[in-house]
Every structure is written in C-alpha cells, then in structure tokens.
C-alpha cells in the first residue's frame, strides 16, 4: 500500500482529469481521450477508493454517472433513476458475475436475456395515452435535459404507438445511435464542407440529439432501439425482460434482432463469442453485449447497488480506440499516381491487434486536425476498416512538435506532384516511370479480380520491379523459372506454382482483362460492360469517346480516361505483347465470357467426408476457377459439408458462411449454385 497522503494526491489528480473528460465527453460532444484511457482513469480511482475508503467524497466521479445537463435544455427529473450498467472485461468477471447471481437466487442455472450494448446515448421516453410526449437523456442518472423536439425527428420513434393495449404511462428506455453508414455519411459531408466531423458514431449521435436546432437533429441519420423499462403504469408488462421488449416491439418499438434468451455462463460465453464474430458485419456500432436476469422476479430479488443493477452485467469488447505517438508521416503513391499521407506510429495494440499505420487520407484532413509529428493521437481500428487518426490529445502535446509539409515532388521518382482539379488529390506525375506505380499496376494486373495470378504478391512484385526483371506486366510473361527461384522467399517449388498460376491466368475473359489493365475509373462493373459491348478488342480501343458514352455507366469521365488510355502507344504495346504472350479469351460476348470459369473468384471450404476424393472434388471447383481453401473465414463464399462436419461448420454457420451438401455442391459445379 502506498502511504496514505500519496493515494489522496493520486485520488485528486485523478479526479482533475475524470471531471475535465466528462466535460469534454458529455458537455462539449468533443472528447479529450478515447474511451479505453478514460475507463482505466475511472478503474483506477475506483480501485484507489476501495483500497482507502476514507478518500470516498460525495462528489468523487465514481459516485454518479455522467454530467450536468448543458445550458439550454430544460431540466427533467426521472421517475424512476436511469441506471447505469457493471461492466466485465474479461471471461473470467463474467464468470464472477453469474456465479454472484446464482448464489443470490440460489438456483443452479439462471435464465439470462443477451442484447447487444448499442454505442449511443441513453434515452428515457414517456408516452401518455399512447402518445410520446416526453423524451430525456441520462444526465447524471437522476436528472436530463428535455429532448422532445429532436427525438420526434427520429423515424424508429414511434410518436403514437400501435395497438390499444399500453399501459399509461409508459416509459420506454432505450438507445439513440447512428449507423455506421449514417456516421460515416456526416463525417464525409463535414470533411467536404472542411469541417471537423465526430470522432466517432455514438458522439456524432450524442452531437446530433444535442441541437438546440431540431431541424438540424432531423437531418442526422439517427436511430432507435429500446431495451429496457421506466415508469409503467401497473408494473411489469410481462414476467420476463425478454417478454417485455417483445410486447414493445409489439406496440411499434424496434427491439434489437439479436436478443436471444441464454442459459446459464456457458449460454453467455456463446452469445458473446458469436456476437463478436459478427460485430463486424453488424451495421451500427456496438461496445460489448448485456446480460440481464430475464425473469423479473429474480430481478427483484436480486435489487441494485448504488447505480447500477446486481441483475446485469455488460460484457464489453476490448476498446478499438487507442492512444499513441505521431512518429512520421510518409507518402504512399498509389497506382494511378495519388499521393497519400500515412501516419507512422509507435506501436500499439487496439482490440489484439498490432497497429502501426493508419492512413491520413490527404493534407487537407492533416491540416484540417492540427496533426504534427511527436503528437499524442487518437487511433481507430473499427471492423475491417483501415485503422484511421481521430484527432490529437492536445492535453499531451509536447513542446517540440513537428509541422508536416506536402513536397512538390514524388517521394519515389521525383517527378512533379500536381493537384487534381478537385483539390483534395495530389498525383504524381511520372506515370509508369515511377517504380511506386509501376509494382501497383502490377499487383493490380495479378490480382484476384483481375489476372488472379495465385502467388505474385507484393514482396515479388517489389523485388521483379526493383531488380528491373519486370517493368510492365507483359514482362511476367517472360520471367525465366530460374529467375524467379531466385528471388528473397522463393524456393524451387513455389518458383514452379507461380510459372503453372502465369501459365493458367493466360486463359481469362475480356472482361477480366480489361480491368486488370488498370484504366482509371474502370472497375470490375465497367470492365464487364465495356467487354459485353465490344467482343472484340480492337473495336473497343478504336471507339471514340461519343461511342463509349453510349455504353451503359460510362460518363465522359470514364469515356475520357479510356479514350486517352488506347491513345497512348505504350500501352498499346503492352497489350499487344500480352496478346503474344498467349493471354487469350474465348470470342463470346459479355457475361456468357465468364461461364467459361464460372466460379471464378469464389472462395469454398471442403470439410467432413466426401463420397468422392477430395482432391477430384478440388479440381473440378478449379476448373471452373473457384478457389479451395482449408480455413472458414469471412471471405469463404461456400461451405462444403459432408459426412460428419464439425467446427468449420459451425464456424460457418457463425459467419453466416452458405453452406453446401454434396448435392448443393454437384448443383454448383452444374452451373445451378447461386454462383
Ligand atoms: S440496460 C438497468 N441494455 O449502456 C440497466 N443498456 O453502461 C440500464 N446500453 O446507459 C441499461 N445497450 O446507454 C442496457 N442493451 C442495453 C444497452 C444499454 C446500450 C447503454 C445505455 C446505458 C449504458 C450503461
């Protein structure tokens, strides 16, 4: 233990810091810190009050739950208080926490409802006669600010509920949050109009209901689903909490489509590991999953402690938020050219993950967020996005930040960088003269979609380009075996499958061709449009752009850019090369070209036993292009289960992978599979 006047200074200190963040978090919808910094605050003072109870005050941060209410709202008193939720961080204090339980109830298995923990705001709203006509926030659990006029611009509120048989009053609590499509949607809108955006969904959410402005509350793209009950006329609705939010749901709420009634911890585990393999797939965000005792009764039994119940329990995710040093800002150069700033980091681990890049998309964005070298920044890894920089903690900037410059040349070539006409776009201006370009349109060409060259990823591409063996894909064609057995992580063997992969990728489709080229602004949907309409190449390369036009998707953008692709000599001489080299398609139009490799880019799973050899099964799914792989993951298209499956196929069914029996699989290779 550390002497008494130590832990109070600490206890002060940290109180300083909870106090200043709660300001920033609820007050000012603009947080100092992500979550994950702030609850370790809050853990560690909580954990310094136990230890020395006489430092406990009235006022501690650890004594209430959120903050004033801002200026500007009326102020309103809950009926009933808005409590607020334990949290379990790992298995094990979930396991703690049902033990708890069944020694309260004393009962060998407890019943538990399972929702998931919307990330957004908590809403109380009041219904009279069947007709909203209060809503509130938590405020501090006791008291809110009156938010009526922003929550009725919400679709999923109803304003009058269905049917005639709600008790009155009614008051329904329940979670105010944005989707992720939504959030992401604003924030691209504030970024256009060179504004700040929210650092994330829940406080674009919390900003949004904030307006003292409705009609700029109406605009938002907010939501609402409910989970749990206030002030009822005559109790309870139903004997259970699950039962409850079925009858809400009943009455025109939406209840989430995830709640699920579980049995005992094992039933928790479950839930919580299948809701986390999901997470990603969920379209708003979530920070972990709730367990309640379902029965009311029990609930009872069971009371409260301070601020939150003894019957749940929220089992949050490890937090996606981070905090982490600015070390530099290098530039990416992509394959047509644009330069992107990335941030370099020092290491750091967000949600078991070992982050240290995010991308910085363009000065602007650098410049619009203050961000300079030796900051203190706020890192993001959500889903499968792409980790991002949320902003600085200006708190803990130190004295000798460094301001980042664009240069005026390409950090691989030197040639000139131009702004596109947009603004926000900085090009380099070599072309395939600048290595960085050239091994992307490489990688491009061989990639999945395009050339699905299997085995020529990016430390091959890097090594063929830089050793100068290969300046155009054309060259790939013409690479030796003995050269590529040479090559840093080639051996004789894998030498020998990247020659059988460039042999088999000549045999393609136009369309797939067309996009492995790399044209600006031709994707795998324009590649095929444009390959239906011209069967035949050369017409294509000769079509004006007044032609082109008349194909379907193709604007003068996209016309322009094609245009000026086939005007160039080089890369005609490219194309021809490719031609020479035996890359060739069968002379039928359009989609029809892709019934050649029908399966081409699906991924499947072979597991339990087969009635044939699984090596036959193999390759007749590579003969029509599809891909075999040995493990399930979000990316298989197709599951084959035979006798006696077992955890791939129920790690399938967790992703919700298709899953296929021997004659889902015989429809496929037919031709019949929903391929
Ligand atoms: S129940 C008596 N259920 O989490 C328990 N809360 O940390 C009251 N939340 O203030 C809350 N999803 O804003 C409950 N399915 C859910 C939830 C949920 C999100 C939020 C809510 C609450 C906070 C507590």
Redesign the pocket.
Known sequence: MMPLQDAAARVAELRRQIELHNYHYYVLDDPLLPDSEYDRLLRELKALEDRYPALVTGDSPTQRVGAKPREGFAEVTHKLP????DNAFDDRELIEFDRRTRERLGRATVIYAA????????ISLRYEGGILIQAAT?GDGQQGEDVTGNVRTIASVPLRLLGDDWPTPLEV?G?VYMTTRGFEQINGDAARRGEKGFANPRNAAAGSLRQLDPTITARRPLEFSC??LGDVAGGDLAPTHSASLRRLGGWGFRV?RELAQVSGVEGCLAYFRAISEKRNRLPYEIDGV?F?VDDLAQQRQMGFVSR??RW?I?RKFPAHEEITRLLAIDLQVGRTGAVTPVARLEPVSIAGVTVTNATLHNEDEILRKDLRIGDSVIVRRAGDVIPQVMGVVLERRPACTQVFQMPNHCPECGSDLVKETDGAILRCSGGLYCPAQRKRSIRHFASRRGMDIEGLGDKIVEQLVDKGIVLTPADLFRVTRDALAALDRMGEKSANNLCQALERSKHTTLARFLYALGIREVGEATARALASHYPNLTDLQEADETELMRIPDVGPVVAEHIHAFFRQPHNLEVIESLRQSGIHWDSITGSKQERGRPLAGKTLVLTGTLSQPRETVKERLALLGARVTGTVSSKTDFLVAGEAAGSKLDKARVLGVTILDEQGLESLLAGNGDA
């Open positions: 808005m409590l607020s939720l929702e998931p923990k919307l990330d957004g705001l908590a938590r609590r979670e989970y749990g989430s709730v309640k939150a119940p749940a929220a």
